[in-house]
DNA sequence: AGTTGTCTACCTATCGATAGATAGTATTTA
DNA sequence: TAAATACTATCTATCGATAGGTAGACAACT
């Protein structure tokens, strides 16, 4: 289920993999890209991952895991401030590593065209990452408040990233964090 | 240049592919599909859009400026409040009307993947309706606050969608639309 | 001996795109 | 007016490329 019960060579794939579909959504991977790519051919990819679907679900999930391994606790001793910036950060990265935009901004978008399991993966990792944000705000605002605000940080990042993409001009997700940050500001004051 | 000149055939073409589109980005139509849809043969498809590059930008240039249409003039008499009410509704419709994200937010995030005439047709969307904004804010505000500010508006409203999409839950848009609210008061007076 | 990982070889289905023909409708010309 | 020409919108048939997926052989390591 972790990242480590993957073999070198499956997440090699997946790397290749999460690049390719952070730029062009599942449709963009296929099987022989992929093998090409890391040297095999393709049935050998079919070995790792049976069926595309097993490939975009542990593509998510290994996504997922990995953005709240950095995250880490939300409920530890670090400032409310100090967690927000780090989840900008995770985001910041996410745009100026791969060029692209965050895998589940690209997948979500398409959710209704995914195989189920993926799309249940997409689902998820909105779901953890709403939650995170949510209980990093619970310390300062009421439960209620928190779970709205968390939604609308969530939505502003994914949104700031397809904005960054499409128009060339990474100052969106800067733009959007300063913005933000007086809402929350706000939110806390008010 | 504009929807009036397509054909009636052409017309009921571009309509199923900014469906298809909607929901799967620009891989998601084929021209096979397209002319089962419309009961043609996919070479007649080919007639009205030699390339499917020329169809994907024909489909973005028809929705942009039916968006621009509904939005009006940014400048006219009408309240700035009702000009940001109207652009809320109009992104809520996009939703509701085809239970999937507005067009340009699936193509922006794919927007690395896309054919070159497609990807600045996607990118003139985005200019435009951020400019319109920016111009419905600027009666209130300084341009450059307006500009930051109207980029960070269509920002939230992509991701809300994405999130409504990915969760099957349609309120973030109504949320967002709220909290943008509080935000843009809380600049307009401060 | 059994497991793991890769291979060759192949399948069916679909993709975007093109060639060439045809029937009907305009438009131009003698 | 009548014939010649061009255009519109479709068709059938086909192309080469690529898609996801499978069967079975082979070699290496445990």
Redesign the interface.
């Known amino acids: 289920m972790n990242k480590n019960s993957y073999s070198p060579k499956a997440s090699q794939i997946l790397d290749v993999a999460e690049n390719h579909m952070r730029?062009?959504?599942f449709?963009?991977i296929s099987f022989r890209d992929l093998a090409t790519a890391v040297g095999v051919k393709s049935a050998s990819v079919h070995y790792h991952f049976p069926a595309k679907a097993d490939l975009g679900q542990a593509v998510v999930a290994r996504y997922r895991e990995r953005i709240m391994d950095a995250l880490g606790d939300p409920k530890d001793q670090r400032s409310m401030a100090s967690k927000l910036q780090l989840l900008f950060d995770t985001y910041a990265a996410a745009l100026k590593d791969g060029?692209?935009?965050c895998l589940?901004?690209?997948?979500?978008?398409?959710?209704?065209?995914l195989p189920e399991d993926v799309?249940a993966e997409?689902?998820r990792f909105?779901?953890n990452v709403?939650g995170w944000t949510a209980s990093a705000l619970s310390s300062s605002l009421s439960a209620s408040k928190a779970d709205?605000?968390a939604?609308?940080i969530?939505?502003?990042?994914?949104?700031?990233m397809?904005?960054a993409?499409?128009?060339?001009d990474e100052s969106?997700l800067e733009?959007?964090r300063?913005?933000l940050k007086?809402?929350v500001d706000?939110q806390v004051a008010g």
């Open positions: 730029k062009g959504g449709d963009a060029d692209s935009v589940c901004c690209q997948l979500g978008a398409e959710a209704r065209d799309a997409v689902e909105f779901k709403v709205k605000l939604a609308h969530i939505s502003a990042l994914q949104g700031a397809v904005l993409v499409a128009t060339d969106h733009n959007t300063s913005l007086d809402c706000a």
